[in-house]
């Protein structure tokens, strides 16, 4: 990718290069010849600048529901939020708070969701490239009014603001890090922020080392369509005493002290935790709402004699169970007329794509995909075989 200049994001927020890539929205983009023809209008830089947006713009499409309006830039979109949960964070986190900062705001999926909820923002960057594609950003969205950006090192500033939300950078060394001191700003920074605030918010990697966390701090745990996107640590106001856990797109919340140990062998019904509420340590706490228990204290299965739908864990219907064998496991795909198989596993040390392939065999043309779980049980490797809710 040619590099991107302030001077860049000026011609790609001209008419002409919105028109440009208006007209690349759809269609191939062949590097060799969508780049020959855009050579023919533009010069090398610009042509190299409108088919670099181009390709962000598609790419960008999964996180920003108005990508074909916005401008990019690539490490930055790489980092930004989903859509979903800068929208969710925007509105139900900082639901109470009209002023609110977004401090490196990068190319501001956060700061446009805040502004998006009606809240006034102050976007501070210090990256003059990355703040101009906020502005253009801000203005294609109408936000301008309501978006204030700011080049400068919030570190520098007095920010007269309610609250504060900050996505530090996560790269040491041109490598990914979970740590919190080697974030950029690390997280004793975003701390003492809160002393001159009232409610910081802060989005970590999900990995992260909880022990590194500050003891004022809460932290909840955010997933999307079952895929853990991310930890948010809370200072102040929005410093929550239990752990969390929020599940979207139902926006399904959970937390709480954990419940009761309570283990038992499996039922009539299995059930996986969403990965939110694994990482928030909520296992139990939800086995109490859906009146289930764990099949081992050590392992994040549960299992219960009634059904129960719920946006917080998957449940299968149980057709068969026992130790786990795989002539065994054939056995039970066959005698269902299982057309595919899924894999899962939690304390086991077989592949699942490994077992699948060897299971083919088992298959019966046109049947219906069935789950088989492998995990520990009281010490002993063990198979439960399913069917989705």
């Known amino acids: 990718m040619r590099r991107l200049t302030p001077e860049a994001v000026r011609f790609l927020s001209g008419p002409a290069a919105q028109a440009e890539l208006a007209a690349l929205a759809e269609g191939s983009l062949d590097p060799l010849t969508a780049l020959a023809a855009l050579r023919k209008r533009w010069s090398a830089d610009e042509a190299a600048w409108l088919y670099d947006q181009a390709r962000l713009r598609r790419k960008a499409r999964a996180k920003f529901p108005q990508a074909d309006a916005l401008l990019f830039e690539a490490e930055a979109l790489e980092q930004a939020s989903a859509g979903p949960v800068a929208r969710w964070r925007a509105e139900h986190v900082f639901a109470p708070y009209a002023r609110v900062a977004d401090l490196g705001a990068g190319i501001g999926g956060d700061a446009l969701a805040l502004a998006l909820a009606g809240k006034r923002v102050l976007a501070v960057e210090r990256d003059p490239v990355r703040a101009a594609l906020l502005e253009h950003n801000a203005a294609a969205l109408g936000l301008a009014d309501r978006l204030r950006v700011v080049r400068a090192d919030w570190r520098a500033l007095e920010l007269d603001v309610e609250a504060a939300f900050a996505d530090p950078a996560r790269r040491s060394g041109g490598r990914r890090t979970v740590r919190l001191d080697a974030m950029e700003p690390p997280l004793s920074d975003l701390e003492r922020l809160a002393d001159r605030l009232p409610a910081v918010a802060v989005k970590l990697a999900p990995a992260l080392d909880k022990a590194e966390l500050p003891a004022r701090a809460g932290l909840g745990f955010v997933s999307l369509a079952g895929e853990l996107k991310e930890a948010l640590a809370g200072f102040g106001e929005l410093a929550q005493a239990e752990p969390w856990a929020a599940v979207l797109p139902a926006g399904v919340r959970l937390s709480g002290p954990e419940g009761p140990e309570r283990t038992g062998p499996v039922g009539a019904y299995l059930y996986e935790p969403d990965p939110a509420v694994i990482r928030a340590g909520l296992v139990r706490r939800l086995a109490a709402e859906l009146d289930a ?38 056995a039970w795909l066959a005698a269902h007329g299982a057309g595919a198989v899924e894999v899962k596993r939690r304390r086991s040390p077989v592949e699942p794509a490994v077992l699948e392939k060897k299971l083919k065999a088992a298959l019966t043309r046109g049947g219906p995909t069935l789950t088989l779980f492998l995990t520990r049980i009281a010490g002993r490797p063990w198979a439960v075989l399913g069917r989705p809710l």
């Open 293 to 330: 228990w764990q099949l081992d204290p050590q392992v994040a299965y549960l299992s219960a004699d009634a059904p129960r739908r719920t946006p917080l864990a998957r449940g299968w219907r149980v057709l068969a169970h026992g130790p786990f064998q795989q002539k065994t496991a054939a």
